[in-house]
């Protein structure tokens, strides 16, 4: 499913931000704000399964995060883990970013542990590692030119 922030139900809104704390902030130990007021402007798309979300990003359009479209908070429930949800839904996201709102670069802000995850979706390495809550990342874009 893919919805705008005022489109999404209370219980979906619910799961969406439990099922982030349960991986960004416990899993990972890392203790930041989460609700950081970007998901007003983003568009979200996640999974379900028994009416459950079980994968989830959020999308936004260039200039709404950064200067180019971008994806971010991806995540999938462990318990879902191992089934290539997480390429599924990137996938998914990645569609929606080149074909509905028609542009032709993704930027994202990714843990470095998972470059090669994104690497095989086609997004490439442009920056050095640095700090994000923490947490070592880089900056990594694919272009729908290089997907094509």
Known sequence: ?????????????????????????VEQNCIYQDADGKDLDAYHIFMKENDQIIAYTR???????????????????PKYRGKLLGKEIMQKSMDFV??????????????????????????KKISDEYLEDGIPHIKMLATKQNLA
Do not use: C, H, W
């Not at 499913?1 to 902030?25: A, D, G, P, W």
């Open 1 to 25: 499913m893919i919805k705008k922030f005022k489109e999404l139900t209370n219980t979906e809104l619910y799961q969406i931000l439990q099922l982030r704390n349960k991986v960004f902030v």
């Open 59 to 77: 999308v936004f359009k260039p200039g709404n995060y950064f200067e180019k479209a971008s994806i971010g908070r991806v995540v999938v429930d």
């Open 98 to 123: 080149f074909n509905e709102l028609n542009t032709d670069e993704i930027l994202i802000s990714a843990q470095v542990y998972l470059q090669k995850f994104y690497e095989d979706l086609g997004f």
